[in-house]
């Protein structure tokens, strides 16, 4: 897509939708602040349905640090709903709703009147949970969570983990940037135990999956490794070599064949019936040759693919 189509599909710089009169009318004349250079502006901040374990850190520009425990929705949710220990969390959110972030819901409001026009306060007050699917750039992390549900993630190859520790980055765009160090991606090898505290055993669901539009199992695919595919095709070659010197053999093979049967009366002398023992046998060299070479072959195209790590 260029960058113009996306362009198109772009929403306004300024949307004060669903922000408070109060907030509206402290902004000054005409009840905005403009934010220029980086200064304050008036917009709508949600109103979060804080938990009393949480402690939350909130700026003025829907931004929120939360301390809790596991609640990936609403104050029932997760293992801190559930009124379980061990599930310590901590979440960042920028932009808490997104496009949808509302502090008020207008009442009796008229198609035709501007929110803003009303004398009152003809609002109530709206408070937000935090969500996975609408908040426009988060990062959650927890001591104990079922992150694949949490965040709707297909089961593929790896499967759907519970009662993990873990780190989710959800956002429109997530890079990862290194200057010159590289980037590893770890999957298990490095702890004999889990978060918690059982033992790690097999690495048969322990992989990386590159899952372009989160794509169930059966459009997932084994990666190839590089160096075994080099060498299987090495000796493909050779072996595509090995089957056309075979076939040759065969094929002069039946050709004396054909000549020794032609020369052969009804009862076959003793030489003639030599003869064509000897191409037979000729023959059936050449073919276990060529089975050999394929059998050869099929094992080293199972060398070349990757047991733990998939990709669509």
């Keep these: 897509m260029s960058v113009e189509n996306q362009r198109k599909g772009r929403v306004k710089a300024i949307n004060r939708e669903g922000m408070s009169n109060r907030k509206y009318r402290a902004g000054g004349k005409d009840g905005t602040k403009t934010g220029v250079e980086n200064e304050k502006i008036n917009e709508p901040h949600p109103n979060y349905n804080a938990a009393p374990c949480e402690k939350i850190i909130e700026g003025e520009n829907n931004q929120f640090i939360i301390l809790g425990r596991d609640r990936p929705a609403g104050r029932t949710s997760g293992y801190g709903g559930a009124g379980d220990t061990h599930c310590a969390r901590i979440e960042l959110v920028a932009g808490m709703s997104g496009m949808l972030a509302k502090e008020v819901n207008v009442k009796n409001q008229t198609a035709e009147k501007f929110q803003y026009d009303a004398p009152g306060d003809n609002e109530e007050i709206l408070f937000t949970d935090g ?15 079922d992150i694949d549900k949490n965040f709707n993630l297909k089961p593929s190859v790896l499967g759907n983990f519970t009662t993990r520790s873990a780190v989710a980055v959800k956002a429109d765009a997530v890079r990862i940037v290194s200057r010159d160090a590289g980037i590893k991606l770890i999957a298990g090898g490095t702890d004999s135990l889990n978060s918690q505290g059982k033992e790690i055993i097999g690495k048969d669901r322990i992989g990386i999956a590159l899952n372009c539009g989160n794509v169930p199992d059966n459009e997932m695919y084994k990666l190839v490794k590089g160096e075994p595919l080099m060498e299987m095709l090495k000796n493909l070659s050779k072996n595509i070599s090995e089957l056309n010197s ?22 076959a002398p003793a030489g003639a019936a ?21 059998v050869e072959i099929d094992l080293e195209l199972q060398k070349i693919l990757s047991q733990y790590n998939y990709t669509n």
């Design 131 to 145: 969500n996975a699917f609408a908040d426009a750039s988060k990062i959650y992390m927890s001591q104990r969570t």
């Design 246 to 267: 075979a076939v040759g053999q065969i094929a002069q093979a039946l050709i004396v064949a054909g000549g020794n049967l032609a020369a052969i009366p009804f009862t």
């Design 274 to 294: 030599l003869a064509s023992a000897g191409t037979l046998a000729t023959l059936t060299v050449t073919t276990q040759q060529a089975n050999a070479a394929i």
